[in-house]
């Protein structure tokens, strides 16, 4: 039972640089989801997706791109990372509206 | 705006004794779901429990149970016979059901420290 995996689980990387997250689900959950976790903001949604080739914007979406080709990854990737996009970074899914979320381990992004 | 308000950042609570979290949230919704998510030190987060807002009754699992209030708004969550690995960042959220944005809304989260 592999379920949500999610890599890097570290990353640093330079101003300006583009960066991918990779999440993969082996479910085939329906909705999947990117929070970026940060002191003092609790969990904020950055990008979900409701189903393969449907995605929206969150609260915070602004120098991000996500894709879902396939139901079981939803990559997100920031174009050209900046200082204030250092944090940590989950991805989640769900079968469906009602159930909680399960999440990946995270991955801790540093933008130096 | 929707939003989940968990007003203490931190507590403290002795080994064995019970302590209560609070989160009050705002939605013009009608009908939503309510969870508890636990996040240790490992930075796992964890589902702790699970309320359907439709159902009166109060959730439980096992040492953890919450106080539903949905006129007030109110979801506390209380942990009894506290123990050393209950000490956590404890997050409120909360996922509407309609529309296409059936998505999770989260509290800034409660760190709950626990001492022998």
């Known amino acids: 039972d592999a379920g949500i995996t999610q890599s890097p689980r570290y990353k640093i990387t330079e101003t300006g640089r583009q960066v991918t997250l990779m999440c993969h689900q082996t479910w085939s959950h329906s909705y999947m989801f990117w929070y970026r976790q940060d002191l003092g903001h609790g969990l904020r949604l950055i990008y979900y997706?409701?189903?393969?080739?449907?995605?929206d914007k969150g609260e915070v979406p602004d120098g991000y791109v996500v894709s879902r080709s396939k139901t079981e990854n939803f990559p997100l990737t920031l174009e050209s990372a900046t200082r204030s996009q250092t944090s940590v970074y989950f991805c989640?899914?769900?079968?469906?509206?009602?159930?909680?979320?399960?999440f990946g381990s995270g991955t801790r992004l540093t933008v130096v | 705006a929707q939003t989940v308000t968990q007003s203490q950042p931190e507590m403290s609570v002795q080994e064995a004794e019970t302590v209560t979290l609070s989160c009050t949230y705002d939605t013009s919704e009608s009908d939503y779901y309510l969870f508890w998510y636990k996040q240790p030190p490992s930075r796992q987060m964890i589902l702790v429990i699970r309320?359907?807002?439709?159902?009166?009754q109060n959730a439980t699992e096992n040492r953890f149970s919450v106080n539903f209030q949905k006129a007030a708004k109110s979801f506390s969550l209380k942990i009894s016979d506290s123990q050393l690995g209950d000490a956590a960042m404890y997050f409120c959220?909360?996922?509407?059901?309609?529309?296409?944005?059936?998505?999770?809304?989260f509290g800034t989260g409660t760190r709950l420290q626990v001492t022998l």
């Open positions: 989640a899914s769900s079968l469906n509206r009602g159930d909680g979320y399960t």
């Open positions: 997706s409701a189903a393969a080739d449907i995605t």
């Open positions: 959220a909360y996922r509407i059901l309609t529309g296409t944005a059936s998505k999770l809304t």
């Open positions: 309320q359907e807002a439709y159902k009166q």
